[in-house]
């Protein structure tokens, strides 16, 4: 049993746990037990409680954690790592400690820095995955985009994280449809892929974005996209605002869930550029096992 | 008694009504009675009771509305009127009627066009304001910005509306203050100068809106910008993006209430635009005036 650890992604929402044996995973859960939802900061107590099933079988399972739950509303204020960053800064800049039960528990640090357009830029969780990435797919350069309510285009080099930058896509698609003039009164809506691709075309041509997505109001008006398919607009305008920022020179990686990175795989077509997909959950159990490695190399 | 005439301004969420004697304010009201708050489409029961106090006094007074009203969710589906559009286009628009109190009643139409980043574009209320600017101010060319909910950008020339662009920044700018991850957890706001600047000057340098906006989070981590100045600092991002697509060489005019034009004049300083604000209400009852004085020529 000694090589049987606990990975976690603990963000804002949502709780995801793996229980692994040698890097296989051989259960996993999934809850909406996100930070939010840990009542008064009791986080020992809410991990203890997710995951009792594993404990009940083996109290101490050493447990490696990454994204919200280390920062500073997190269970520990954990500093960023600074760019570029790569696996060796994440391990030396962890959190180490030991859980009331028992179990040795590490989380790993975000990594902030500035962004291409000389904003500061932060990301917590998004970094395991772009280390698994680059053991999965090992070259010099890579160019990754992980879509999500906050995506991050990242650029790496020799396995470090060199710049990234946030587009705060998908809190936007989503405000946009559930609280905007543009969601109000629309029907049920159904996916329809050429709305979507319009949207992407429309959003191609260098548009400014709070004139841009009023066109979701009025192409409805208009009669141009059916109100059952604004949804697909929307989606096709932000992912293709986003995608006009990549330089189509230059093949990419998408990270991420297949629903979410077939949709920009489409809109990639539309715009020319060359994405090629990779499961973001394979990327980010890569990355906590090269980790996991590390930690095992330096503490044993 | 036979110049006096009511000009109702009805849009989606607010109502408001001017009481006029030679074209001369002597009454006016205001509530939060929109097309929104209208029961089953009750509109003529709705106007009556909100005009009680001055059909009380006067039963047949005239009425001349514009907004919302004349839209597909008001009383009348007006169409809308093409651009090139001035006056007397307005006036061959309108939707004439009685009311069932026996008032004369015109609601004067919406303009649609296609907006110089060449999507199609409408606005309902604003054409009124435009009219009344180019009457108060007489030249061969207006540029001029309506700030607000879905702010509009437009060019007159000779009098006629001949091309606008509609921006979403206070739309925007309220989703993001109180439904998105950037106004979460926000101490009272304070309004502050310096980060309305900050803002202002960060959002000139052509970063795309989901980035930018995201600088309001990472500012707030790094202790650039206070957490009670947020909002300034939003504000400043999202007026200094829509300032940085009015040509700095090109003098315009904003047109609206003195608290928001004021925000534009203090960005308009940091952008180097020259800018002169004109009260938005005095617009309205201008241009209005100017068509009612059509009607009665016209119909007389």
Redesign the interface.
């Known amino acids: 049993m000694k090589n049987n650890w606990i990975a976690i992604d603990w963000g804002t929402t949502n709780f995801r746990a793996f229980l692994l044996e040698n890097n296989q995973v051989i259960d996993s859960l999934s809850e909406p037990c996100g930070l939010l939802s840990v009542q008064e900061a009791q986080f020992a107590a809410a991990l203890q409680c997710l995951l009792s099933p594993w404990l009940a079988a083996t109290p101490h399972l050493p447990i490696v954690m990454a994204g919200m739950v280390g920062s500073?509303?997190g269970w520990k204020n954990v500093p960023y790592a600074s760019l570029p960053a790569g696996a060796g800064d994440l391990f030396d800049g962890s959190c180490t400690f030991q859980t009331p039960w028992g179990s040795p528990a590490w989380i790993i640090p975000g990594v902030?820095g500035t962004?291409r357009?000389?904003?500061?830029?932060?990301m917590r969780g998004e970094e395991i995955q772009l280390l698994g990435l680059v053991a999965m797919h090992p070259a010099e350069n890579h160019l990754a985009l992980l879509p999500g309510?906050?995506s991050k285009h990242a650029r790496m080099h020799h396995g470090e994280i060199i710049d990234f930058?946030?587009?705060?896509?998908g809190?936007?698609f989503s405000?946009?449809c559930k609280?905007?003039?543009l969601g109000r009164?629309l029907p049920q809506q159904v996916p329809h892929d050429a709305s979507f691709v319009f949207g992407v075309e429309?959003a191609s041509?260098n548009?400014?974005?709070?004139?841009?997505?009023?066109?979701a109001?009025?192409?409805r008006?208009?009669g141009?996209v059916a109100a059952e398919h604004i949804h697909s607009y929307l989606s096709g305008l932000?992912i293709g605002?986003?995608l006009?920022?990549v330089d189509v020179a230059v093949p990419a990686w998408v990270v991420g869930s297949p629903a979410l990175t077939a949709r920009y795989l489409r809109a990639a077509e539309v715009t020319g550029l060359t994405l090629t997909a990779v499961d973001g959950d394979s990327c980010f159990l890569r990355g906590l096992a090269l980790l996991r490695s590390l930690i095992q190399e330096k503490t044993s």
């Open positions: 500073q509303q902030n962004s357009y000389g904003q500061p830029d932060v309510t906050h930058s946030t587009f705060m896509t809190e936007l405000l946009l609280q905007s003039l009164d429309t041509q548009t400014p974005f709070s004139h841009l997505i009023f066109s109001r009025t192409r008006l208009m141009d932000l605002y986003e006009a920022e």
